[in-house]
């Protein structure tokens, strides 16, 4: 397979897993594909659940002092952790970074697994991490992170895609060439003329805000009402067809 970069993973990050990634399986018809023991060494402990094919991960701080709890207290439980891209080659678009001012983090190889995670303050909103898996070009192969029989937990009956990501910023437009940039998707504008990188599976906007975050997350569903009326249920505010949840706001549409 010649050159790509697809949205692989979303990562948000809770001061408690379970509520949060019960509620997130209920309302959203989603079911938990994995429990990664690795991330203790982190002082974490995680859940992901496959939206399609994207990854929707949860982790929350197991002891004091991680880079997780450091973010929390940061932001105030506001917006989204992590954007995580796989493509051909982690190490070249680490390089691509580096050579605009984005320091590399942590490396990580776990074979087949190869990882190259960016600074954050560099990266600006979230961290970013570009990764390869060995046979994991197709959309449906392996996947370590997500355990070795995720493809089995994908459920759409009433989430049928993540197909966004909403980023806040100050400076929306210099967000998005910044992150353009990275990962090397030139900005455009979309029908609502909000700056927006277009990737093959998924779409990121940038809208205007007092703070640079991952604001929310856009999915498509069956149904709106009955997604809506879940979340009334479980104790959230509803506002039009969104509401928030572990620190960013669920978009629902049809």
Known sequence: MGAYV???QICLVAPQLEPVIA?????????????????AKYGLVNALLPVDTILLEVVSPSREGTAAGRFLDRTAGRGGYMAIFCCDDPDAYGKRANAIGVRTANVMTHAPYHGVQLHPRDCRAAFIE?????????????????????????RKDVTQA?????MQSPDPKGLAEHWGGIIGVEASTNDRGEAE???PNADFRFVEGDS??????MFRVRDVGAVRDAAKVKGYTVSDDSFSLAGVVFHLTA
């Not at 399986?25 to 429990?35: E, H, Q, S």
């Not at 993540?162 to 909403?166: K, M, T």
């Not at 640079?212 to 997350?217: F, V």
Request: hydrophobic share 40%.
């Open 23 to 39: 509620d997130i399986a209920d309302i959203m018809g989603l079911r938990v594909c994995y429990r990664d023991g690795n991330v």
């Open 162 to 166: 993540l197909v966004g990501v909403e």
């Open 130 to 154: 570009f990764n390869h898996t060995d046979g994991g070009d197709d959309v449906l192969g392996p996947y370590p992170p997500a355990g070795p029989d995720w493809q089995n937990a994908i």
């Open 6 to 8: 697809r949205l692989r």
């Open 212 to 217: 640079e975050i991952m604001s929310g997350l």
């Open 197 to 199: 990188l277009k990737l």
